[in-house]
Structures are given as structure tokens and as C-alpha cells.
């Protein structure tokens, strides 16, 4: 069973995902890095010569390629836009059980209040952007995903347990369904 983690940036995929991989001992891949290492570049540089529309291509991408590899008992952790397109949520449920890491702006905003790297973030008004962001991609993180597990004020033991847990019961709902 590959367990996708979804979620707005600073919500946790990635430090979750290496987490998860060693505690279930299973591979974990992060589809940024994926992108990064394919291309040659990074993904702000993606963003500055080919635009963001030509990044979200590259995710679908990622996915049918992930899906067509047959990859297996994976952890994956997804960038936060790429539940943005509805063409990519039937590819990461048919990839696994995908989370949605349920985050606050206010959260985000403690977690990234420094950070360079995140091309939707290089503005003054981090908080607008990071609030209206996550209003607009709420709705596509809820439609997407098998279950949500809140991050705010946990530690990193806790949220894996409740993915664990909850992951299991989902996966086996997943599989009967195949069959009916």
C-alpha cells in the first residue's frame, strides 16, 4: 500500500514522509524531488522560465510514471498545488491512500515566516497569499483525499499514528471496492 501525503506547503509531507518511511521501512519518494531530479533544475526554476502551468504538467507526469512504474509500499509526498488539478486525483487514489494534512494559515505562517525557496511565497503579503491560497485549495485537498488528518499542535509521533491507523482502514475499503 503507497500512502500519498497531500497538503498546503508547511503542513508537513515531507518531514512526515521521511518519518514514515523509516517507521514502516518502506521507500519514500517526494515528488518535487522527483521533478528536480528529472528535469536538472530546481523547482523555482522551473517556475521562473517555464511558468507554473508547465510545473503542474510535470506533476501529472510524475504521477502517470509512478502508476505505470508499479510502485508499491511507498511513502509519497506530493507539492501542495498538485491536487489543484482534477486530473491528478484519480491518479493519486489509484496510487494509494492519500492524506490530507489539514493545516492552519496561522501555522503555516510560523513554519515558513523565513523561508526563500517556495516560489508562491517570495511576496510581501505572505499572509494574504498563504490565506487565500489555502481557501482555494481546500475544497480540491477534501474532494482528493481518503482522509484528512489534522497537523496543528501535534507532535510528528502522533500524526503518524493516526496515518497509520486510519491508512489501514482505508486501504482495505480501497481493495474491497476493486472487487465488487
Not at 509531507?13 to 531530479?37: A, C, F, N, V, W
Not at 505505470?68 to 489509484?94: F, V
Not at 493545516?103 to 508562491?120: A, C, F, S, W, Y
Request: charged share 35%; with cysteine.
Amino acid at each position: 500500500m503507497n500512502i500519498i501525503l497531500i497538503g498546503f506547503m508547511g503542513s508537513g509531507k515531507s518531514t512526515l514522509g521521511i518519518r514514515l518511511s523509516y517507521r514502516m521501512k518502506q521507500p519514500y519518494i517526494d515528488t518535487d524531488k522527483y521533478i528536480e531530479h528529472k528535469t536538472g533544475r530546481t523547482i523555482s526554476e522551473i517556475f521562473e522560465t517555464d511558468g507554473e502551468p508547465a510545473f503542474r504538467l510535470m506533476e501529472t507526469e510524475a504521477l502517470q510514471e509512478l502508476l505505470s512504474d508499479g510502485i508499491r509500499d511507498h511513502i509519497i509526498a506530493t507539492g501542495g498545488g498538485m491536487p489543484m488539478d482534477p486530473a491528478n486525483h484519480g491518479l493519486l487514489k489509484q496510487l494509494g491512500v492519500v492524506v490530507w494534512l489539514r493545516i492552519r494559515p496561522e501555522t503555516v505562517l510560523e513554519r515558513l515566516g523565513n523561508d526563500t525557496k517556495r516560489p508562491l511565497l517570495q511576496r510581501e503579503d505572505r499572509e494574504t497569499v498563504i490565506r487565500e491560497l489555502m481557501q482555494e485549495r481546500a475544497p480540491m485537498y477534501e474532494k482528493c483525499s481518503d482522509m484528512i488528518v489534522d497537523v496543528d499542535d501535534k507532535k510528528v509521533e502522533r500524526i503518524m499514528d493516526e496515518i497509520f491507523t486510519k491508512s489501514r482502514g482505508v486501504w482495505k475499503r480501497k481493495k474491497r471496492m476493486r472487487y465488487e
